[in-house]
């Protein structure tokens, strides 16, 4: 494991300001551009767009069963709406323009106000242009606390990234057609909480919990954690029916969670979150521990399940999804809007990618399901680059190779060539987008969408 070049300047305890979000009132989360200095001291700082002027956007925390109620001002040059991702709320709510609701104009301001049925790690981002503004810094984490949370000593939210920044500071340009047709944007500098690894006190003994969240554009996270022990909990904001040893890698997709249950369990002075690169393991972010060793617990900690929706699998509506395009091999000709395109064309709009020969977002839903239906859609990814998928508005489970259901989750990795199948029951009803979470992707054709009726 390797400190990167910078840590010359080592970067201080890298706390995101929380808003505690109290049952009867409503908040007010402004969008606005900030300066912020994201590149080591002593380089130029940044001009950022974010929440609530800090970047990452301040920690919403609420308790299951409450309702959040936030009016988001947007102060941008842009339009936006946010999304409250993996959030099972109600579908006017969601955030997606043109879709759930109309973009919240330069100067103008949308009142949400939503249920929150499900307890763990959720996060907020705009969803308009969103591979600019989340890039920016439009996101921030959504954090439900359980009705009886487990007893802990310390709970740390890290919101994994990597950003992409020139020597001055700036942004790199936007309008990339290698980004939209390769593997999104992926950054050169990667980011925890918005800082170049940032420092989280622990003491020995103590028992942690840390929720990790991919706030990346584009880049699929493999990490591991040096100097603890403990358990996977919770995936994509679902608790595990039973928690997993903590695996020596963790992957994870743009927009996916895993929330760990860990042991402080080292005897040297420092403990940490490592990026797993092509040439090694970095620092990300780092724990110096302190305090005289001390027995860990050894009880496992299981956390209460959410409401379950049961999948009928026997009965379950069926669909495909061919996943096509992007670069080295994979152009073909697209409908758009009704339309025919061959690559060149659909290039010249800026489209790379399609779902089932469908560039962008198609007029009719990929599946369209009655309230309490179950569903099953096969996907392949016919491309050289790995998509996640991600499904508003409802979790699923992966149907894996025994005919088993794995645990629930809303955004599934696959990786070049990859087939798999996802499940769930439609029991939220509305319209729900379904797309790819490698954001240049999704600007770039890959989405569509899925309606229950009520
Ligand atoms: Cu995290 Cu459609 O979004
Ligand atoms: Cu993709």
């Not at 503004?133 to 007893?151: A, H, K, M, S």
């Amino acid at each position: 494991m390797r400190r990167r070049q910078f840590l010359g300047s080592l970067a201080v305890a890298g706390l995101v300001p929380r808003i505690g979000l109290a049952q009867a009132s409503r908040t007010t989360l402004t969008a606005a551009a900030h300066r912020q200095q994201i590149l080591p001291v002593g380089y130029p700082d940044t001009e950022m767009w974010s929440f609530g002027a800090a970047f990452p956007g301040p920690e919403l925390r609420a308790r299951q069963g409450d309702r959040l109620r936030l009016t988001v001002e947007n102060q941008l040059p842009q339009q936006t709406s946010v999304h409250w991702h993996g959030l099972r709320l109600e579908n006017a709510m969601d955030g997606v323009p043109g879709l759930t609701q109309a973009p919240i104009a330069q100067g103008a301001s949308f009142d949400y106000d939503f249920s929150l049925p499900d307890a763990g790690t959720y996060w907020y981002h705009s969803h308009s242009k969103s591979m600019e503004q989340i890039e920016r810094g439009l996101y921030g984490p959504l954090i439900i606390d359980e009705t009886d949370p487990p007893d802990l000593d310390q709970d740390i939210t890290l919101m994994v990234d990597d950003i992409r920044l020139e020597q001055d500071g700036s942004l790199s340009a936007f309008d990339n057609f290698h980004d939209l047709s390769h593997a999104g944007r992926i950054g050169n500098l990667w980011l925890a909480n918005g800082q170049i690894d940032p420092a989280y006190p622990v003491k020995r003994g103590d028992r942690v919990r840390l929720r990790l969240i991919n706030a990346a554009n584009a880049r699929v996270f493999t990490l591991g954690l040096q100097g603890f022990d403990g358990w996977v909990v919770a995936l994509d904001g679902m608790p595990l029916n039973e928690p997993q040893t903590l695996p020596e890698e963790l992957v994870l997709a743009p927009a996916q969670r895993i929330d760990l249950i860990l042991d402080v369990t080292t005897d040297s002075e420092e403990a940490f979150l490592i990026t797993f690169e092509r040439d090694g393991g970095y620092a990300i972010a780092h724990f110096p521990v302190s305090g005289p060793s001390k027995a860990a617990r050894a009880n496992k900690v299981i956390l209460p399940p959410n409401p379950d929706f049961p999948i009928d699998l026997a009965n379950a509506r069926t669909a495909t999804l061919l996943i096509e395009g992007g670069a080295m091999g994979g152009m073909r000709a697209a409908r758009v809007d009704g339309q025919e395109l061959d690559p060149r064309e659909l290039a010249g709009r800026g489209l790379f990618w399609a779902l089932n020969g469908v560039a962008g977002r198609p007029e009719t839903p990929l599946l369209e399901l009655s309230l309490g239906e179950s569903a099953r859609i096969g996907m392949a990814n016919n491309t050289a680059f790995p998509h996640g998928m991600h499904l508003h508005g409802m979790h699923f489970s992966e149907v894996l190779a025994d005919g088993s259901l794995g645990p629930l989750r809303d955004t599934i990795l696959l990786n070049p060539q990859d087939t798999r199948e996802i499940a769930f029951q439609a029991h939220n009803p509305g319209d729900w987008l379904f797309h790819c979470h490698m954001l240049a992707h999704h600007q770039a054709g890959m989405g569509t969408w899925i309606r229950v009726s009520a």
